[in-house]
C-alpha cells in the first residue's frame, strides 16, 4: 500500500530566514535557529493510487488549492519514478486562518508521509532538504528540539540540524495570539521585497556573529543574552519588512501593546522576551518556573485572544492512525 501518515511540529525562529539567494530552491541568505513547538502541530496523511485522476489536498476538513503542493509532489514522483496522483488529507491542531504560519509543520508532515508513502527512505538530512524546498521554515521542523538551518550555497548544502533534543533546556515558548483583521502579505512574498531593501545587505553581514552570539548563549542556558538577542532580532526582521517597497507592516496595535507590556514586567524583574514572524501574534520566551506567572499577566489583556502554551519538541515522525 502507497499510503503514509506523518506528524511535524511548528516551530518559532530565534534567528529568523528573511530572504532568499535562491527563490526556486529556497536557500536563505543568511542561517537560522529555531525551536520545534509541542502543541502546535500539523498531521497528514498521503497515499498514491493509480485510480486518482489528480491530486486532492484537504485541511480541516476542507478543499484547499493544491498548487503549490502538487509542485512539491512532482519532486517526490520524480525522486521514486512513479507516476501517479495523490490524495493528501491534512490536519492542524492550531488555528490556521488567524494567520498563525501553519507551511513549516505542514511541509514537514507532507515530506516525510508523501516520500514514506512514495517508497523512499531519506536520512534527516535529506528529508530537511525536501521539505526546505515545499518551504524553508519547515527544514527546520524536521530534526528534534533546538535546529540550526545551515544556509549552504546548494540544494545539498543547504539543510537543518539538531543543535539540542528537546529535553535540553526547561523554556516555554507561549503563543499569543491576537485578532487579525486584514489579510497577511504572505512570507514568500514579503521576502521577495526584502532582498531588494538596501538595509538587508546590513543585516546579511552582521549574521554570522548574530548566529555565534545566540549559540553561546543557548550553551549556557543564559535566558537574559539569549532573549535579548531573539527580541532585537525580530525587531530587525520586522525593520527590514517595514523598510521594503511598498512596506510590509505585520503588527498591529494589539502586537505592539504586547511588546510594552514584555518590558515594562522585564522592568519589574521577569525574564520574559518575545518573537513575532509574518503576522500580528507574538510568542513568549520564558523559563518553565516563571510560564503561570507570565501566562496569567497576558490572560488578563483584552488584545490576546487565545493563548497556546508549547515546551520544546521532537522533529517530525511516522503516525500510526491514518486520516482515512
Ligand atoms: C518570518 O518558510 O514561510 O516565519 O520559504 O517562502 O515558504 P517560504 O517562507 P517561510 O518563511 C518564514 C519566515 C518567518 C521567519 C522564520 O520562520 O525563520
Known sequence: MMKATARAHSNIAFIKYWGKQNEELRIPLNGSISVNLSNQHTTTTVEFSSSL?????????????IKRISIFLDRVRKLSHIDIKARIVSENNFPTAGGLASSASGFAALSLAASTAAGLKLSEKELTILARLGSGSACRSVPHGFVEWKKGNSNETSYAVSLYPETYWDIHMIALIVSAKKKEIPSTLGQQKAVQNPFLQTRIERMNSKIQHIKSSLFKKNIHTFGEIME???????????????????????????????????????????????GPHVYLLVEKKNSLTVEHEFK????????????????????DAHLF
Open 232 to 278: 532585537s532580532e525580530t525587531i530587525e526582521m520586522h525593520a527590514i519588512a517595514m523598510t521594503s517597497t511598498p512596506p510590509i507592516l505585520y503588527w498591529n496595535s494589539s502586537t505592539v501593546a504586547i511588546m510594552e507590556k514584555v518590558w515594562s514586567l522585564r522592568r519589574k524583574g521577569t525574564p520574559v522576551y518575545f518573537t513575532i514572524d509574518a
Open 300 to 319: 488578563q489583556m483584552n488584545e490576546v485572544k487565545k493563548i497556546i502554551i508549547n515546551s520544546p519538541s521532537k522533529g517530525t515522525y511516522l503516525f
Open 53 to 65: 485522476e489528480r491530486d486532492t489536498f484537504s485541511l480541516n476538513g476542507k478543499d484547499e488549492d
